[in-house]
């Protein structure tokens, strides 16, 4: 029966939690709360949370603004910032606020978010009415209008703040959240260009500023790759936003005076036109497309020069402010020319992307390399497969040699498992070699099926990992298959000697033409009800069971049919000596031996060991999960790609039969070196398995698999 009695004593206890959660949070946000507090506090004592604000007769006395300063009121950036303009204005001020500036606290601490608010609000404050006096002076009416505006409110620093914040936060959500933020400063800017507008960029620009001293080492290395993704997405952001622009000019409902003028909804065909090119321009740029990036410096620097020509033929003919306005458009256009054109080694990109600055090996030179510095990963054999490349880098680069195995689509460099180097250190140094090479020739790269040696690399880089799969290792010395957890591999044995079965652990190619002809005939079995061609990548076939290298179980009975068929993958020491061995091909013919898996793996493992093999690697189950997660970005595109195959190539059943052996679970990691290509990375992975699948193939085989699950 169910404890009724312990349920009712801990609802109480479930009830006064509540509170103390809530009073632990306010203790964490002391500033947050004093602010607010104040805010309420005088919005209550002057009438101003029912009244406007500006209704009242000290109005001006408290806001801030160029007239303030001007009059020697230099006490309301202080005074101006405890109130707002209307009262419902409050419950998006106060509630902003304790949001986002409560948001900072929790993270940063009290010191950090009050220095940063206090900071930005009053640079925000100051730089604008400083600005805007200053601009008046040249005859522009939108700068003329707003000098002569009052203002409140505490929205600069709360800009500044989320600024300072964002860059906190660990990719890719630093680089969304900062985007967000940019793109609404600059677009409410230049959309509505009100005085609390202005505020908000000046505020904004102090966040970037302050960033790196308030953070430290919170924001991170800046290193090559990183570079390359933020000019990407710089530029392309440059083109968005335009394209943006472009639709609050073209289909706007109404007339609004910004900085550039007075918008409405009069032109849309040529809105229509213009925002699809900025749109095609952003995406090819963020992508880092060469032929895109010649496009966009090709119509900037016509924009560019058509700006010139007429700012100089206008000049003496216009008032200083129209003049201000089109020197304003020539720097806007010209700052993005200028990044187009300095960081043009960014926009390197082709469709087959391939790493610079080194040379690449072909099948033989790796094997040398490989059993010379040997096996970094128990599955480095896959290294040397065809289909997949292998980078070399230059001498200065990696003194110790070894190279790097990887696939190129969709623009992203796909390695395979870890880099074949001189020790830790080594592989390390091809990490880093590998993706400086990719980031020059205009290719994000990651790294897939990666142990923890590369998982630790990327942690300490602040890149992207994401668990792929578990791989199962057994040690080899001392194996015995006994006590009950052996039950079923004891059974599986024990049925394989009373019906004649027999291993045999042999080199395909040097079998018969009539075994082979067999093990073709299982593989091609295996292979046919699926809707899908067979996967590649890490996952090898007969081809690949044929190198003379490569250990084959076969498990025959009597009359001599093959009923299965294993394949293992040598594993090398320094030196050469093979001192363990990797499962890769796992296939059983039709109505054959019930235990045939059991048998072939069980016998492959006793052999092993007594040849004095250190461990055998069951491999990893590719996109299946040891544990249960909640999918999220990446995760949820690998979880979908598996649960889409999975009824043909059965990687959670596949992974669930293993645990038969008692193997210790090993994580393998995909590791994403710039959060920006993490959408491309899933479709090049999707091409890494499957290079030669069609969509059509695809959208057929996730049909079928939802008829398979019911």
Not at 65 to 87: I, K, N, Q, Y
Not at 101 to 106: A, R
Not at 450 to 460: H, K, L, N, P, Y
């Amino acid at each position: 029966m169910p404890d009724v009695t312990s349920d009712i004593a801990a609802a109480p206890r479930a009830a006064a939690t509540a509170p103390a959660r809530l009073l632990r949070t306010a203790r964490r946000v002391p500033f947050t709360l004093g602010v607010v507090g104040l805010m309420l506090v005088l919005g209550g004592v002057t009438g101003a949370l029912w009244t406007p604000f500006e209704d009242h007769p000290w109005f001006e006395n408290v806001a801030f603004g160029a007239p303030a300063f001007a009059d020697g009121r230099w006490w309301t950036p202080v005074t101006g910032s405890f109130f707002a303009l209307e009262p419902w204005e409050y419950l998006a001020v106060a509630g902003v606020f304790l949001l986002l500036v409560g948001w900072t606290e929790h993270r940063l601490g009290t010191r950090r978010a009050a220095v940063t608010a206090v900071t930005c609000q009053l640079v925000g404050v100051v730089g604008t009415a400083g600005g805007l006096a200053l601009l008046a002076r040249t005859d522009w009416a939108w700068a003329d209008r707003l000098a002569g505006v009052l203002d409140v409110g505490f929205s600069a620093g709360v800009v500044g703040t989320v600024t300072v914040t964002a860059l906190s936060l660990a990719p890719p959500w630093r680089f969304r959240v900062s985007a967000l933020v940019a793109i609404y400063v600059l677009v409410a800017l230049v959309a509505w260009g009100g005085i609390a507008d202005v505020e908000h960029l000046v505020g904004w620009l102090a966040g970037l500023v302050i960033a790196r001293p308030v953070l430290g080492a919170r924001l991170g290395r800046r290193t090559r790759a990183g570079r390359v993704q933020r000019d990407r997405a710089t530029a392309a952001g440059y083109f968005a936003i335009s394209a943006l622009l472009v639709v609050l000019t073209s289909f706007a409902a109404g007339p609004s005076a910004g900085p550039l003028g007075t918008m409405s909804g009069d032109d849309w065909p040529t809105g229509i036109i213009a925002v699809t090119v900025d749109l095609v321009l952003a995406v090819g740029l963020l992508r880092g497309r060469r032929t895109w990036w010649r496009v966009a410096v090709v119509l900037t620097g016509v924009g560019v020069l058509a700006e010139a020509v007429l700012t100089l033929a206008a000049a003496e003919g216009l008032g200083r402010g129209d003049l201000l306005l089109y020197v304003l458009m020539l720097l806007l256009d010209g700052g993005a020319l200028a990044l187009l054109l300095v960081r043009r080694s960014s926009f390197r990109a082709r469709r087959a992307a391939r790493p610079a600055a080194g040379s690449h090996l072909d099948q033989d030179a790796a094997r040398a390399e490989l059993r010379r510095l040997g096996a970094g990963q128990r599955l480095a054999w896959m290294t040397t497969w065809d289909g997949s490349e292998r980078w070399a880098p230059p001498d200065e680069a990696a003194a110790g040699g070894g190279y790097v195995a990887y696939q190129a689509h969709a623009g992203v460099a796909v390695v395979l498992t870890d880099p074949v180097g001189d020790g830790p250190e080594g592989r390390a140094e091809l990490v880093d070699a590998f993706v400086d090479a990719a980031s020059a020739a205009g290719a994000g790269s990651c790294f897939f099926s990666s142990s923890e040696e590369v998982a630790s690399i990327g942690r300490a880089r602040g890149w992207t990992l994401v668990p792929v799969a578990q791989e199962a290792v057994i040690d080899l010395p001392g194996l015995e298959f006994r006590g009950k957890k052996w039950q079923d591999v004891r059974t599986a044995l024990n049925q394989a000697a009373k019906q004649g079965m027999e291993h045999r652990l042999v080199r395909l190619v040097d079998e018969p033409p009539e075994t082979l002809a067999q093990v073709r005939a299982i593989s091609e079995a295996w292979l046919g009800d699926s809707d899908l061609p067979e996967m590649a990548f890490t996952l090898g076939g007969v081809r690949e069971a044929l190198d003379p290298e490569v250990r084959v179980g076969l498990a025959v009975d009597g009359e001599g049919r093959v009923h299965g068929v294993t394949s293992w993958l040598p594993v090398h020491a320094p030196g050469g000596q093979v001192v363990g061995w990797t499962l890769d091909v796992m296939r059983r013919a039709p109505n054959s031996f019930r235990y045939t898996m059991e048998l072939l793996i069980a016998s492959a493992l006793t052999a092993f060991r007594d040849e004095g093999a250190l461990e055998a690697s069951l491999s990893g189950s590719p996109l299946a999960h040891g544990d249960e997660r909640s999918p999220a970005g990446l995760d949820a595109v690998l979880d979908r790609l598996a649960e889409t195959l999975e009824p043909w190539y059965g990687f959670d059943s596949l992974h669930r039969f293993k645990m038969k052996f008692q193997p210790r679970s090993v994580p393998l990691y995909l590791v994403v070196t710039e959060p920006a290509t993490l959408t491309l990375v899933g479709l090049a992975l999707v091409r890494c398995y499957l290079p030669d699948v069609r969509a059509r193939e695809l959208v057929a085989a996730a049909r079928s698999s939802r008829s398979a699950r019911g």
